[in-house]
């Protein structure tokens, strides 16, 4: 279920197959101690993608968010994505690595509903 894209010509950026919902995360390298840093973005089922300073491509991060539909926090481990030569914006955009199913799951199901609510309106 991971976010597909066709990275062979100049719009691969614009094809997705998962919708991109406006998010807060609290984000921090990977394996480090200090203070999570708050970053407002938005979700998708691969990754994420949020503003502030430009994090080094490679680079692991440990990523936090609340889904509205869960109790707890979810934790996933994430790569920074390169950054491509026509991005618009400087975000950060991230790939979410070993990510569980049931944490998929949850977020291809608030997805869906997020989707779905829009289109009632």
Do not use: N
């Amino acid at each position: 279920m991971a976010e597909q894209s066709d990275s062979t010509g100049p719009k691969s950026e614009e094809r997705r197959d998962s919708p991109r919902v406006p998010m807060k995360f609290l984000v921090r390298r990977a394996g480090s101690e200090t203070e999570f840093d708050p970053r407002e973005g938005d979700l998708s089922l691969g990754g994420c993608a949020f503003k502030g300073a430009a994090l080094e491509p490679g680079s692991q991060l440990e990523v936090r968010f609340l889904l509205p539909s869960l109790p707890d926090e979810l934790k996933v481990r994430a790569e920074v994505l390169p950054i491509p030569e026509a991005s618009q914006g400087g975000a950060t955009r991230v790939r979410f690595l070993e990510l569980p199913v049931e944490v998929e799951l949850s977020i291809a199901r608030y997805l869906d509903d997020v989707a779905l609510d829009s289109s009632k309106r």
